[in-house]
């Protein structure tokens, strides 16, 4: 680590906060989802603590996008038009619905169902919006050629807001009915976008050269993409009688066994790519916020396991995720140290 020029504290801020990549909020979504495996397990402390850490980062990074967005709009607005990094926003609606997921573990069911209704609203706007001004409004073509693991964002964000719909449905007996509807359609609308965005970044891997850099962590989204449509499917499997889950029950739990059996092929894939990287051309292992996208992913996959392993009687499923847990609180840890590091670095101005 090299010594920076000597700054004022707020200009160093200034300066991280103008280059703040919208997919930051993926630091909570893993920390999240990290706790909610935890309290699952049986440790509800130590999952306590990681969601305090989950919401704290949470309020940290909404008063700097509040920043950004004063300070620094033209920045913001130049991400929703780079391929690169617009669906980065959808960490958002991701992030803070794993925070509503938490909260329904612990009975808090009137500020999930609050958060619900934000993110249902974001998740809409941005569906749309993102799309476009990333890809269907750009001049240069092909617009494949960008594609990359951070485009999965978009059905993270999709099915996150099934799992919470689905949680709340038990609960809300007046509109159990909207609540299961709203669960089945987002999911149904990101096993649909699975598929597209698949193709586009398999297109973008296959006739495209790219380098060691370019396969970072966000491709691990695409495993994570998969493990939270098994949750959502385990949570509406679970969903009491509604006329729009009787008709898709047993399809549902049939394509959940099969995201999952399709994520787990997908992880030596991942740590493959990964070896590859940083073994075979030699890229270093450094904290970088894309890391958040690998962890997510990993606690994902396990809690997945977990609630499908219970609702459809699969121990061998379920004993899987309880290994897997354990792979992200230490991957996590890992990474949260480097987040210190970084956070030092940056107040001390030596980074």
């Not at 970044?201 to 989204?221: A, G, I, N, Q, S």
């Amino acid at each position: 680590m090299t010594t920076a020029p000597a700054t004022r504290l707020p200009d160093r801020l200034s300066a991280q906060v103008a280059t703040l990549t919208p997919s930051y909020f993926a630091l909570v979504m893993a920390t999240g989802i990290v706790a909610v495996g935890l309290r699952l397990e049986g440790f509800p402390l130590l999952g306590q603590a990681l969601w305090l850490i989950a919401v704290a980062a949470y309020a940290v990074l909404l008063v700097l996008t509040s920043w950004r967005f004063a300070s620094h709009r033209p920045a913001i607005v130049a991400d929703f038009f780079d391929p690169t990094r617009a669906f980065g926003f959808f960490t958002f609606v991701a992030g803070t619905n794993v925070l509503a997921t938490y909260l329904t573990l612990s009975a808090h069911h009137t500020i999930a169902t609050v958060l619900l209704g934000v993110t249902g609203a974001f998740w809409l706007v941005l569906g749309y919006l993102v799309p476009w001004t990333a890809v269907l409004d750009r001049q240069v073509r092909p617009v494949v050629r960008l594609a990359n693991g951070s485009w999965f964002l978009w059905v993270v964000a999709s099915q996150s807001v099934a799992v919470v719909a689905a949680s709340l449905e038990p609960v809300h007996h007046g509109v159990r009915r909207e609540l299961a509807f709203l669960a089945v359609m987002s999911w149904s609308v990101g096993i649909f976008l699975y598929a597209a965005t698949a193709v586009l970044v398999t297109l973008r891997l296959m006739l495209y050269d790219f380098r060691p850099e370019e396969l970072d962590p966000p491709y691990w989204v695409s495993m994570g993409a998969l493990s939270i449509t098994v949750l959502a499917g385990a949570r509406i499997v679970a969903m009491t009688d509604a006329p729009t889950v009787h008709v898709v029950r047993e399809l549902v739990g049939g394509l959940s066994f099969v995201c999952w059996a399709f994520a787990t092929w997908l992880i030596p894939v991942l740590v493959a790519a990964g070896w590859w990287r940083h073994v075979r051309h030699g890229l270093p292992l450094a904290y970088t916020p894309t890391l958040w996208s690998m962890v997510f992913p990993l606690g994902m996959y396990a809690v997945a396991g977990i609630h499908l392993g219970r609702s459809e009687e699969l121990p061998l499923v379920e004993a899987v995720g309880t290994v897997e847990l354990w792979v992200a609180v230490v991957v996590w840890a890992v990474v949260f140290g480097g987040l210190l590091r970084r956070t030092a670095g940056v107040l001390t101005g030596r980074w």
